[in-house]
Structure formats: C-alpha cells, structure tokens
C-alpha cells in the first residue's frame, strides 16, 4: 500500500482490499448478490425479484476543461461502472462538498451538464447533497451512488468469462489520459515536441472517455438470440463479462477481469484498436499507454457464437473495435506470448502531478 514515495496513489491495491476492507463489510445480508471484490466495478442487491446495480465513484470538477465539459467527463465514470454489467443506469445520487472559491454560476454550469447527459440517458436524480465545506479542494469535490433496476437475467457479471470466449477490445489504449492531458497540459505537450494537429486530436478523445452507451449496445446484441434453424440448438451466452479500463489501463483491465473469472486470457495486441493520437501523447509523457487509465475503452468477454452480432452492434455506433484475444483456462494475462502483471500504480497519476506542479 506503501512505497518509497508515500501512500499508493489512486485506488488501494488488492492486499489493503483483503485485509482492511473485505473484513469490515457490515451485516451479512441475503440480498446481497454480489458484494465487494477488488477491480469489480458494481454490486448487485436483489429487491422483490429485481436486480438492483449499484456503484459508487468520486465526483472530479477540473475547471480548465470549461465547466460543462467538466461535468459531462465527470459523470462518465459512475455511470459507466453500472453500464458494465448490461444493465442500464437509473438513478444518480450526488453528493458535492464544494470549495468555496467555486461560483454558484460555475456550479450551476456543471450541474446542468450533469443532468443533461443524465436526461439524456434515462437516468433520474433521487436524491443528493451539495454544500461547501471548509477544507474542501479541487479536484475531488465529493461521490456519487448509482444504481440500475434491471432483471437478474440481464445481469453480466464481472467474472463471468469463460474459457472458449472470444476478448473484443474497444477504442484502444490511453484514450482518457491523452484527452485529458492534451485538455488541460496543452504547451507542455507542445514543448515535449507534439504537433499542434496532434494535441488537437488528443483533446478531443476526452468526450469518448464514457462507455454506458457502448456497453449496452453490446449487452444487447449479446442477448439476441442467434438465427438458426436448428430450434434445439443452444442458444449462445452473448457477452459473459465487461469491465471498463480505468485506473491500471488496459493492462490492469485485463488482469481484474481474468482473476475475477479465474481464468488466463490471450492478447494480439495487433488485433487491439489503437488511436495515433493517444499513443503519441502518452509517448511524449514518456507513459506506457496500456499501463495509464483509459475510461471509455471496453473489454468483453463474448461467446464465439455471439461475436459477429456485438462487433455490429458498436461499429454501428462506429465505435473502433477489436476481436483482439482468446479466454482460456488457467490464469493471469499473456500478450503477444509474454506473461503480463497488472501495473503496481496507474501511470498517469505520477505524470498529473508533473504537470500540475509545472503551473
């Protein structure tokens, strides 16, 4: 939890999880079908027979990104960790502990950011708290709850790969890191000697850092049942397992979701979409681009049967998608024939604080 720098930066890492949070979970509750698992993004509580997803996430205001676009990148991440599990998110519950040095017209920008992408998408506002608080900073300014209310039937569950599904991978490495960075750091990348066209380019990926909609395009084309006219075929699995590549990358994405199924999963990274702009401006941060967070790209896990149907449904929605890897038994992740780990701390947050400083 510890290095020679201090406290791990970002979220805790597995063995803080087992030891301090997995023994300390409250009640023992029946309804509870799925509970806390370190890199599992949601759980599931089940109330009178239906699927209630839940997940909670911090809440960011970056001011430099312009107060509404701040909003939209900041309810990316809560909403996405429901999308995941093919249900769709309904309800999002804010809680805001401003600074003061936030106006209320700034405020009032953000919010109506927020709730028109919420509008957008179905998703009601129940409950929350706002406030400003003495001690309070940017950029961290509280969290939020969301929940979705779907059947049990509809749910993917994180560790639900399978040995003999096919890994598809979306958008490709450093999607969020390069938009971010090229958002609020654009002269430092200017001066590490990326082209102007370039940082245009990476500033734009910050509006593609949202999978809610991603996910269940896939989750739906995954339950469609396939055409045959063998009516005692059986009927294939559709998407098995989704998880969103946050913090870690793509490379921790890929470790979470095969220990969570309990199974090894193969990579051609040739096979994985990959974004020039993104790549480049990792590259000039000196980042491995698949070892910094990357919200927006998507892994599935998918039954062969199924593949072709989910890669129509995202490229119609000309969503970049590869067919990039192979779920088989045994453990861990291997990529282009070599054994890889999971990053010991996401890369971007060391490069952030670079560049914060240099301001």
């Known amino acids: 939890m510890t290095d020679d720098r201090g406290p791990r930066r970002g979220k805790v890492d597995r063995d803080a ?26 759980g599931v509580v089940d109330v009178a027979d239906r699927a209630i997803v839940c997940a909670t996430d911090p809440i960011s205001l970056l001011p430099d990104l312009g107060f509404e676009r701040a909003g939209r990148f900041a309810l990316s991440f809560a909403l996405g960790d429901v999308a995941v599990s093919g249900v769709a998110p309904t309800h999002f519950c804010p809680s805001f502990a401003l600074p003061g040095d936030v106006t209320d017209d700034e405020f009032a ?95 734009v990926l910050l509006e593609e850092t949202s999978v809610v909609r991603d996910a269940l395009a ?7 049942p396939a055409e045959s006219s063998d009516r005692d075929a059986p009927a294939d699995a559709g998407v098995t397992a989704m998880h969103d590549a946050t913090e870690g990358g793509l490379r921790g994405a890929l470790c979470e979701t095969a220990e969570a199924g309990g199974v090894r999963i ?13 790549v480049e401006t990792c590259e000039a941060l000196d980042l491995d681009p698949w070892a910094c967070t990357t919200s927006g790209t998507l892994l599935l896990a998918v039954d062969p049967a199924a593949v072709d149907r989910v890669v129509d449904a995202l490229a119609a929605r000309d969503t970049p998608v590869g067919v990039a890897g192979e779920v088989r038994d045994g453990s861990g992740v291997v990529v282009n024939g070599e054994r890889v780990e999971a990053p010991a701390e996401d890369a971007s947050w060391a490069a952030y604080e670079r560049l914060s400083e240099r301001d």
């Open 266 to 278: 193969e990579v051609d990274s040739t096979a994985v979409p990959s974004n020039p702009a993104a």
């Open 218 to 224: 896939a989750a739906e084309a995954g339950r469609r």
């Open 109 to 203: 920008t953000f919010w109506a950011a927020v709730a028109a992408e919420c509008e957008a998408l179905g998703v009601a506002v129940p409950t929350g708290h706002t406030a400003r608080y003495p001690g309070a900073s940017l950029p961290w300014v509280g969290a939020a709850t969301v929940l979705g209310v779907g059947d049990h039937d509809d749910v993917i569950r994180p560790d639900g790969a399978r040995p003999s599904d096919r890994l598809l991978v979306t958008k490709g490495p450093g999607i969020e890191t390069a938009g971010l960075f090229a958002s609020l750091y654009p002269d430092a990348l200017a001066e590490r000697g990326l082209d102007e066209e370039t940082i245009d380019d990476a500033a």
């Open 17 to 42: 999880f087992e030891s301090v949070v997995r023994p300390n979970l409250g009640a023992a509750r029946e309804d509870v079908r799925l509970g806390p698992t370190h890199g599992v993004d949601f």
